[in-house]
């Protein structure tokens, strides 16, 4: 079992990736990312995303009902629905489905952000959260039918509400569920870079006890992005590999080991 | 098997709708439009909808691969998810599908519609057409399963394009793949009403043999739901009723009778 996660930005082959997974015997679920196409669609909108700076330095959208709103137009309405287009056209029985579908992925909403607004401590709560579990009869049934299911967010939470939340931690709880051996992480770049601006930086092989090390090495986003790895390790997969998303051929070239691989 | 078709209209009261479904015994399928939610988001993106009229007089919307992508947000990304929130709120286990997921519903493309441009007669041709089939396997073992299939549009076409259609049409296909006895109707209106503008001239009771004569008496969307319901009645339904989405209950309403009842 494959995990494949595109990452959302705007620059990701999609037509190569699915031509490519076309191609592929193992089983595999798709999940996938929009963020580049929400942020495009909520400045049309006249709504531009906020993002909150906790008081330790995280930073996160500000997930409010208006966003979630906008994230349903673009990760379960546009991006999801391009995708199972483009599956069908290439033979892949594909399913989309949020987090909120049949209880997909269910998770438990932040309590909270501690921010600052100017000197003053101030708790903000919005629609996001953590994945906790994924519904597995449901993924089980589809696949032994002949559908690939693609998962993207919303996920819901303890009260069935829709919340926002990390297509990698989703990536996480689905690797435990399906024990699935191999997660291929589509980006937009050609994996871990030892220097973000040199592509020639790659690394090509990180060695799962230096996982930690790497962690502490970046910033951002590509932190976070190896703490996911890091905890997909340590619940049981055996093989990562972070790779372009934006090749002709995303996919074949994973699986030949460019990009970076974790093992 | 009842097929609940919720109009796309804005004032449509959908909690009011999940709620009563909550209590019904019998099993159901959804239909849901999102006409309303689909000129407006259409309109804040700066690319208001197109109508064509045909050279025989018919009108319909004009569906390029920009109002596909309007309508994958508003359909299938933002009131199909908080359709599903909603039930799932009501302890109702939906899962929501395009026409696109696993070929749940496939179609023919239009080859073209026949239009003046200023006095030049012109074929224009978009991503629209006719749904044929449903999946019925999958539906099976979405309901067998426990699970509320929530469908809407876009459909996929005989090239596995994404192309948009008339919900009342994708309604009577799975009326009859599915052989559902009751199909209930809701609009923004009393039900079929003797003169549009005088909500008091709503008729109780069409009997199948009024159908035809009905059918002339009205024009436009009225007209072509008024066709829909006879071919319905041609191909097997024992019961439609069209009735009220915006009250309190409009499930328990529909199922009371109130509305127009054709049987």
Redesign the interface.
């Given at each position: 079992m494959i995990i494949v996660k595109i990452g959302g930005g705007k620059e990701i082959n999609l037509e190569g990736i699915i031509a490519d997974l076309a191609g592929i015997d193992e089983p595999y679920v798709i999940v996938h990312g929009a963020n580049a196409l929400r942020d495009k669609?909520a400045e049309?909108?006249?709504q531009p995303k906020q993002v909150l700076t906790s008081v330790k330095g995280y930073t996160s959208v500000y997930s409010d009902e208006k966003l979630l709103?906008v994230m349903?137009?673009?990760?379960?309405?546009?991006r999801?629905?391009?995708i199972?287009?483009l599956c069908?056209?290439h033979g892949i029985?594909?399913?989309?489905?949020?987090g909120?579908?049949?209880?997909m992925v269910r998770g438990k909403r932040n309590q909270g952000i501690r921010v600052y607004q100017g000197k003053k401590l101030k708790i903000v709560r919005d629609f996001s959260g953590k994945p906790q579990s994924v519904n597995t009869?449901?993924l089980h049934?589809l696949l032994n039918?002949g559908?690939v299911p693609v998962l993207t967010v919303?996920i819901?939470d303890e009260?069935?509400?829709?919340i926002n939340t990390e297509n990698d931690d989703v990536v996480r709880v689905l690797q435990k569920a399906l024990e699935a051996e191999t997660v291929i992480n589509l980006i937009e770049a050609a994996g871990f870079l030892e220097n973000k601006d040199d592509t020639a930086s790659l690394i090509k092989n990180i060695p799962a006890s230096d996982l930690k090390a790497r962690e502490n090495q970046v910033e951002g986003r590509m932190k976070r992005k190896m703490l996911a790895v890091r905890k997909l390790f340590e619940q049981g997969a055996t093989r990562i590999i972070i790779s372009d998303g934006r090749g002709d051929h995303p996919i074949v070239d994973a699986l030949d080991g460019k990009g970076t691989v974790i093992a």
């Open positions: 669609l049309d909108l006249g709103d349903m137009m673009a990760y379960a309405g546009l999801n629905k391009r199972i287009e069908q056209q029985n594909a399913v989309g489905l949020t909120l579908d049949g209880k009869p449901l049934l039918n559908y919303p819901i009260h069935n509400a829709a």
